[in-house]
């Protein structure tokens, strides 16, 4: 079942679905639900995805825990998201653009692939050390001042932690499978600590925004004069450093290959 608001009526209300005991796929984005009562007596479901509605709290999933596996509640109201503990075979969950202070209810979702949970008020990184398969990990937007050693995350391969509040790089030297970090819009002044960031296919990039801006809740995007670091690990043979300006952001383009010319 799909229902886009954006296309017609808005739903207010989850209802009706008493009988449809096969359902895989529930999307309901861009309405008005208030709540999530109405979905718990779909034992069959895999995929809930509530996005862009104006949920408040986690609810009616309790039921779902033996089949869940997609759970999107991205952009609502939400400020606990403590009840997801319920669905231990989610491989993918997206809480983001909400109101949640804390990272709860994750600890045991060892079957975790994506966790989103940018643009939140998120200060301190945790309840991530069993989730050995997590390949994407998405914090920007948040509170966040250190990134903890999350050296346990050995198949991490995307971590987005920028605009937040660190100030050094730090937590992320032991992951070897990371292809894609993202540090824009922090306050970090100098680049150190980074893994050994092994090629998959093309140059591993990492974009550090130094300016010295207060303001960490910026876009993902580099405009208005801000100075951006971009460090290439590809195998090229080519060690020159060069820098373009694009809108006013100045860039240096650092290859850190092993050739020695």
């Given at each position: 079942?799909?229902i886009?608001?954006?296309?017609?009526?808005?739903?207010t209300k989850?209802?009706?679905?008493?009988?449809?005991?096969?359902?895989?796929?529930?999307?309901?984005?861009s309405?008005?639900?208030?709540?999530?009562?109405?979905?718990?007596?779909?034992?069959?479901?895999?995929?809930?995805e509530?996005?862009?509605?104006?949920?408040m709290?986690?609810?009616?999933?309790?039921?779902?825990g033996?089949?869940?596996?997609?759970?999107?509640?991205?952009?609502?109201?939400?400020?606990d998201?403590?009840?997801?503990?319920?669905?231990?075979l989610?491989?993918?969950?997206?809480?983001?653009q909400?109101?949640?202070?804390?990272?709860?209810?994750?600890?045991e979702l060892?079957?975790?692939?994506i966790?989103?949970?940018?643009?939140?008020?998120?200060?301190?990184?945790?309840?991530?050390?069993?989730?050995?398969?997590?390949?994407?990990?998405?914090?920007?937007?948040?509170?966040?001042?250190?990134?903890p050693?999350?050296?346990?995350?050995?198949?991490?391969r995307?971590?987005?932690v920028?605009?937040?509040?660190?100030?050094?790089?730090?937590?992320?030297?032991q992951?070897?499978?990371?292809?894609?970090?993202?540090?824009?819009?922090?306050?970090?002044?100098?680049?150190?600590?980074?893994p050994?960031?092994?090629?998959?296919?093309?140059?591993?990039?990492?974009?550090?925004d130094?300016?010295?801006?207060?303001?960490?809740?910026?876009?993902?995007?580099?405009?208005?004069?801000?100075?951006?670091?971009?460090?290439?690990?590809?195998s090229?043979d080519?060690?020159?450093m060069?820098?373009?300006?694009?809108?006013?952001?100045?860039?240096?383009?650092?290859?850190?290959?092993?050739s020695?010319?």
């Amino acid at each position: 079942v799909y229902i886009v608001g954006t296309r017609g009526e808005k739903v207010t209300k989850i209802a009706g679905l008493e009988g449809l005991s096969k359902l895989e796929d529930l999307v309901i984005r861009s309405c008005l639900l208030s709540e999530m009562t109405g979905v718990e007596n779909n034992l069959t479901l895999r995929k809930l995805e509530l996005y862009d509605n104006q949920i408040m709290h986690i609810a009616s999933i309790d039921t779902l825990g033996a089949t869940l596996t997609v759970l999107d509640l991205s952009f609502n109201c939400i400020r606990d998201m403590a009840p997801v503990a319920a669905c231990p075979l989610l491989e993918e969950l997206y809480v983001a653009q909400n109101k949640l202070r804390r990272m709860d209810g994750i600890a045991e979702l060892r079957r975790l692939r994506i966790l989103d949970l940018g643009a939140n008020r998120i200060r301190v990184v945790e309840q991530l050390q069993n989730l050995a398969d997590l390949r994407s990990l998405w914090l920007g937007k948040n509170k966040i001042e250190v990134v903890p050693d999350l050296s346990s995350l050995s198949s991490l391969r995307q971590l987005d932690v920028q605009s937040n509040r660190l100030t050094q790089l730090s937590g992320v030297s032991q992951l070897t499978a990371l292809e894609e970090l993202y540090l824009a819009h922090n306050q970090i002044k100098q680049l150190e600590g980074l893994p050994g960031l092994r090629s998959s296919g093309g140059a591993d990039e990492v974009s550090v925004d130094t300016s010295s801006s207060d303001n960490n809740n910026m876009g993902s995007s580099s405009s208005g004069g801000a100075d951006e670091v971009s460090v290439d690990t590809s195998s090229s043979d080519n060690n020159n450093m060069g820098s373009s300006s694009s809108g006013g952001a100045d860039e240096v383009s650092v290859d850190t290959s092993s050739s020695d010319n």
